[in-house]
């Protein structure tokens, strides 16, 4: 490996450690007003109520997209081309 490499290498390694620290710096620190008043339990139940409700809203886009896609396939757009002449 010549010395540019390496020192690409060693920067890399430098930065993906940089960033792990402030990773666990971001999950290490309090949650502001909500983080002091709400139980961790609590959040996790609103947020798996949040999930759940994305969930539903991308049960109720399929539905609708399989509506939509059904009948396209019942009734297929006309295939017809106009020709055009360009000169």
């Not at 390694?13 to 139980?39: Q, T």
């Not at 399989?66 to 002449?85: D, N, V």
């Amino acid at each position: 490996m010549n010395d540019h490499a390496h020192d690409q290498q060693d920067r890399i390694e430098e930065l993906e450690g940089r960033l792990k620290e402030l990773e666990h710096a971001v999950e290490d620190r309090p949650r502001g007003l909500i983080g002091r008043i709400m139980p961790p339990d609590a959040s996790n139940h609103f947020r798996a109520a949040g999930r759940e409700q994305l969930l539903g809203i991308r049960s109720l886009v399929d539905h609708w997209i399989g509506r939509l896609e059904a009948s396209e396939r019942r009734h297929p757009a006309p295939t017809e081309r106009e020709e055009i002449h360009i000169d």
